[in-house]
T-cell receptor
Framework: DSGVTQTPKHLITATGQRVTLRCSPR?????VYWYQQSLDQGLQFLIQ???????AKGNILERFSAQQFPDLHSELNLSSLELGDSALYFC??????????????FGPGTRLTVL | AQTVTQSQPEMSVQEAETVTLSCTYD???????LFWYKQPPSRQMILVIR????KQQNATENRFSVNFQKAAKSFSLKISDSQLGDTAMYFC????????????WGAGTKLIIKP
């Protein structure tokens, strides 16, 4: 158990709908990262938050947005869903101290299926 | 731009054998970190081992060790006394401070341990 929690584990929805994925980082970790993993592919970095502020953006679609709340949990919002958005969505957290070694620990993922 | 290459899409070995997974990377950074993550059929992303580029000594975690060749930009993973539970996708990943510790991933190697 990495200490990172994600809910829900599975999500099945229809095209055009909107969903929210939730992540709670490990205790003490300030940084949260979101990744997308499509079937049999590697991970694509979506976005990073550090202590409530957006720090880095990757290949995140405009239909997707995220935020990190004062208690450091994060939510990833996916809207106007398309079939191609079906994937495993991972959240990872790290301490992310400037100048220090940093390791990301991953949650169990949320499997999103868009029908 | 930084890239990570895993040239072996799939490997299989007998239980108890030793196997080496290859990873090469390209970067102009001098201070960076390298990781191997394991993704078993459960799809959980599990940290296997980490290497700081400034350390000359190769990292070791029980049966897992790396061969880090900084000049050659090579970071291979050796699994000794392989076990059935080692069956998984193995991803090599790279990060550095100036990228806000964003992980850059290889495509993965599917490792099958045969009984």
């Amino acid at each position: 158990d990495s200490g990172v929690t994600q809910t829900p584990k599975h999500l099945i929805t229809a095209t055009g709908q909107r969903v929210t994925l939730r992540c709670s980082p490990r205790s003490g970790d300030l940084s949260v990262y979101w990744y997308q993993q499509s079937l049999d592919q590697g991970l694509q970095f979506l976005i990073q938050y550090y202590n409530g502020e957006e720090r880095a953006k990757g290949n995140i679609l405009e239909r997707f947005s995220a935020q990190q709340f004062p208690d450091l949990h994060s939510e990833l919002n996916l809207s106007s869903l398309e079939l191609g958005d079906s994937a495993l969505y991972f959240c990872a957290s790290s301490v992310a101290l400037a100048g220090g070694t940093d390791t990301q620990y991953f949650g169990p993922g949320t499997r999103l299926t868009v029908l | 731009a930084q890239t990570v290459t895993q040239s072996q899409p799939e490997m299989s070995v007998q239980e108890a054998e030793t196997v080496t997974l290859s990873c090469t990377y390209d970067t102009s950074e001098s201070n960076y970190y390298l990781f191997w993550y394991k993704q078993p059929p459960s799809r959980q992303m599990i940290l296997v081992i980490r290497q700081e580029a400034y350390k000359q000594q190769n990292a070791t975690e029980n049966r897992f060790s790396v061969n880090f060749q900084k000049a050659a930009k090579s970071f291979s993973l050796k699994i000794s006394d392989s076990q059935l539970g080692d069956t998984a996708m193995y991803f090599c990943a790279f990060t550095h401070m100036d990228s806000n510790y964003q992980l850059i991933w290889g495509a993965g190697t599917k490792l099958i341990i045969k009984p």
